[in-house]
């Protein structure tokens, strides 16, 4: 059974840090592309980043650039977002897929990030 | 980056209606386009990816066509379990950009 399973989030001050992990078992995650998709309180889905099989390439929504790192363990069979430098904006629940170039569609659960004072 | 318009945004239908969601991107995506489905609570689901290919173990009375710059996903007979929000996501060009979503609610 495929499971994406995402852990890190929580209650943090605007311009403070988290990091978001996503554990993966059931799939080769070391052939996959892997995507962070977030989505605000009440509002619709946006795309965050994601990043190739090795690791070589990696893309940024705007929104994000120069505030988070995507990153993989392909050993743990692991995926990171490092999130710097956070704002009220940022606040959603943040989940963990595979979908892009793929015929498979992977997600998480998903975790809860609140940037809040 | 590239703007997905999704229409309607909300609408009313009824258990064996045929529903039609439009999906315009602001410029041509070939057919880097992906149809998604999330119940309220509940992880989105991908049902359409390629613009018409049906994702494993979706059921055949979704369809999606389209290409360029107009997409539309199809529910030949609308059933209870369909009651969901969709979106459409393009994937032409970084970023990739999700549709606003259409509300689909019991008439």
């Known amino acids: 059974e495929v499971q994406l399973v995402e852990s890190g989030g929580g209650l943090v001050q605007p311009g403070g840090s988290l990091r978001l992990s996503c554990a993966a078992s059931?799939?080769?995650?070391?052939?996959?592309?892997m995507s962070w998709v977030r989505q605000a309180p009440g509002k619709g889905l946006e795309w965050v980043a994601n990043?190739?099989?090795?690791?070589?390439?990696?893309y940024y929504v705007d929104s994000v650039k120069g505030r988070f790192t995507i990153s993989r363990d392909n050993a743990k069979n692991s995926l990171y977002l490092q999130m710097n430098s956070l704002r009220a904006e940022d606040t959603a629940v943040y989940y963990c897929a595979s979908f892009l170039y793929s015929s498979k569609d992977y997600w998480g659960q998903g975790t809860l990030v609140t940037v809040s004072s | 980056d590239i703007q997905m318009t999704q229409s309607p945004s909300a609408m009313s239908a009824s258990v064996g209606d045929r529903v039609t969601i439009t999906c315009r991107a602001s410029?041509?995506?070939?057919?880097?386009l992906a149809w998604f489905q999330q119940k309220p609570g509940k992880v989105p689901k991908r049902l359409i990816y390629?613009?018409?290919s049906l994702q494993s173990g979706v059921p055949s009375r979704f369809s999606g066509s389209g290409s360029g710059t107009e997409f539309t996903l199809t529910i030949s007979s609308l059933q209870p379990e369909d009651f969901a929000t969709y979106y459409c996501?393009?994937?032409?060009?970084?970023?990739?950009?999700f549709g606003g979503g259409t509300k689909v609610e019991i008439k």
């Open positions: 059931g799939f080769t995650f070391s052939s996959y592309w």
């Open positions: 996501l393009q994937h032409n060009s970084y970023p990739p950009t």
């Open positions: 390629a613009a018409s």
């Open positions: 410029q041509g995506i070939s057919n880097y």
């Open positions: 990043i190739k099989q090795d690791g070589s390439e990696k």
